[in-house]
Structures are given as structure tokens and as C-alpha cells.
């Protein structure tokens, strides 16, 4: 295992990427998202969400391909279904589609059960003590960067090169707020060292006051 000198050890760096996230009730972001689905990189998504736990999300698309769109989730609602709707002239069509549904799963790696902050450091979290604890992480800091106007500790993580060991990806590129401690971008690689996952989490408002009216349908503003 190793790591850049002055970067603290990768367990501790991990455990306090947690320790920070555990306090979260609930935020606002801009996220941005790209992702390689068969084989090719889509077009970055961005979208305005809000997010509380437990598990309660409402994203609504902000710019193309898909402005306008909109999805409200919360757990133990609309029984476990989400309420979603396009942009544009499709907006009047709204849905109730469990999160696996093959058309929300259209030119998507993963369901949207997967977007936050928390599933980020958790998914992290699994690969980086799964390589402590085999001797075969590589961790290196490229010192600070400045990331959505804020500054980042710039770190990059490898992985054996070997998928056949289990791990999520070969190679992570993370920009860690240096006063929040959230991992508020990562570029995933795949083993041919090809960007398959790219995840951003701009504008971030760890102190958002939200309430029940920001997961309901009938939120001012929301078009269900």
C-alpha cells in the first residue's frame, strides 16, 4: 500500500470522508453526471437536486439533453415508485416507475437509488478498505485544486489492474472539499484506463432547510 507523503494514511483519509458525510441530514446541489453505457460517453447531465435522508430525492434536469425533466422519490411513498416526467411537450405525461424500471434505466449504468453524496463515499469507502486490507492500494495527492469555486484536496486512488479481483474500477480521481471534507467530483477509469463514470456535486448547501413540501409532488414549482 501506498500513499503520498503528507496525505494522511488511506484508512484515516476514508474514515473522515465518512465521519463528515454521517452528520449530513440533508442537502442541495447542482450534480453532474456522465457516464459510458455501451461503450460510449453520453453527454454530461446536469441537475438541480435536493436530497434528505432517509433516502428522499427530487432532481429536475437544468439543461439539455433532458431540461425540464424531473424525478421525485421518497422512501416508503407512492409505494417505492418514483413520479417522474420529461421536459418539453412530454411534460404533461407523468409516471409512477420503480427505480429499476427499464425506462429509467435507459442510457443509465445504475438506478437513481444510486445518486448522493452518501452512496459516493459508501462505494469509495468498500473498494478502499478492501484494498488496505489486501496490501494492493495506491493512493497519491496532487496538492490542492480549485473544483465549483471551491478548494479541493486533488487525490487520485488506484486499484489492482485486474478486474477479476472485484474491485468497482481501476482508477479514481477524487476532488475532496478541503473545509467540508464531501467528495464533491470523481472520475471513475475502468481497467483500459478509459473514463466510464464522471460525477459532480456543485453549489453544494449542506445547510438546506428542507421539509416534507420538498418531496411531495405538490412543492410550488414542481410540475407532477
Known amino acids: ?34 457516464q459510458r453505457v ?39 411513498w407512492n409505494n417505492n415508485r418514483a413520479r417522474v416526467h420529461r421536459g418539453g411537450l412530454l411534460r404533461v405525461v407523468t409516471r409512477n416507475l420503480e427505480p ?22 459508501n462505494s469509495v469507502s468498500l473498494n478502499v478498505r478492501k484494498a488496505i ?6 493512493m497519491r495527492s496532487f496538492g490542492e485544486e480549485t473544483v465549483y469555486g471551491r478548494r479541493t484536496q486533488n487525490l487520485e486512488i488506484l486499484f489492482p489492474r485486474d478486474k477479476a479481483k472485484g474491485y468497482s474500477a481501476y482508477r479514481l480521481h477524487i476532488n475532496q472539499d478541503v473545509d467540508n471534507k464531501m ?7 475502468d481497467w483500459d484506463d478509459q473514463l466510464f463514470e464522471n460525477y ?14 420538498d418531496f411531495s409532488p405538490n412543492c410550488a414549482g414542481y410540475h407532477f
Open 38 to 76: 455501451d461503450g460510449e460517453l453520453l453527454e454530461e447531465e446536469t441537475i438541480f437536486l435536493k436530497f434528505r435522508n432517509p433516502f428522499s430525492l427530487y432532481m429536475k434536469w437544468v439543461a439539455e439533453p433532458y431540461i425540464g425533466s424531473e424525478l421525485l422519490y421518497a422512501q416508503g
Open 200 to 213: 459532480g456535486y456543485e453549489n453544494l448547501n449542506l445547510n438546506a432547510a428542507l421539509t416534507d413540501t
Open 183 to 189: 467528495l464533491i467530483r470523481i472520475r471513475i477509469y
Open 1 to 34: 500500500m501506498a500513499s503520498s507523503q503528507g496525505l494522511a494514511a488511506p484508512d484515516q483519509w476514508i474514515k473522515e470522508a465518512e465521519d463528515a458525510y454521517r452528520s449530513v441530514a440533508g442537502y442541495t446541489a447542482t450534480f453532474h453526471k456522465q
Open 133 to 138: 486490507k489486501a496490501d494492493e492500494l495506491s
Open 100 to 121: 429499476q424500471h427499464p425506462r429509467l434505466m435507459a442510457n443509465n449504468l445504475r438506478p437513481f437509488t444510486d445518486v448522493g453524496l452518501g452512496y459516493l463515499v
